[in-house]
């Protein structure tokens, strides 16, 4: 077994993986409602269609803890996206007491279109970055996921396909390497 990273004494925010992947996503989605304020639907909305459009039916349990939304914030966004019919609520088939939330295609439709905004920010916050440093980054995102994933659920399956792969079928394309030379 290594030697653990943290201590009490070296542990600091600015050196806390927890801390800063939690403010990054805090950053992101703060900057992505932004980008949404000229779109039909909000940041959070496009979040819960794109997990509809990946999942036939979920109910809201389900989709509260897959997207980090407490029930009440939750059953407002589904509410709005209800009401203008972007998703709806319908009977579970396995048990008719229950009831589970599904995507319509209208709603398919808007999160394909918010789609292009989230492409555009994404490749904005990544500028910075080569394309080894992105390619870097998911794969340690990635381990790190399945790795909480399987501490909060030792017997579950590994770690699905990301929600945006739902809405694009086709394999997405890379990103050209930017030129770097020597200036």
């Known amino acids: 077994m290594r030697k653990p990273y943290y201590t009490l004494e070296s542990l600091q925010p600015d050196n806390s993986v927890g801390y800063l992947v939690k ?29 509809l459009a990946q999942q036939a039916h979920i109910s809201a349990t389900q989709l509260s803890e897959h997207l980090g939304h407490d029930m009440g914030a939750l059953t407002r966004v589904v509410d709005e996206l ?46 910075p970055l080569t394309d080894r440093e992105i390619d870097l980054l998911l794969a340690l995102l990635r381990r790190l996921h399945g790795h909480l994933q399987q501490e909060l659920e030792p017997n579950s399956p590994p770690a699905q396909a990301p929600a945006l792969a739902a809405l694009d079928r086709s394999r997405p394309a890379r990103r050209k390497p930017a030129s770097r030379g020597a200036a």
């Open 82 to 127: 209800e009401r203008r019919g972007f998703a709806r609520r319908e009977r579970s088939r396995r048990d008719r007491r229950a009831v589970e939330i599904a995507i319509t295609a209208a709603g398919r439709r808007q999160a394909q279109n918010a789609k292009r905004i989230v492409v555009e920010l994404l490749n904005r916050l990544v500028e």
């Open 23 to 51: 403010r990054c996503g805090v950053l992101m989605t703060q900057v992505a409602e932004r980008r949404f304020q000229s779109l039909p639907i909000s940041f959070s909305q496009w979040l819960v269609l794109v997990h």
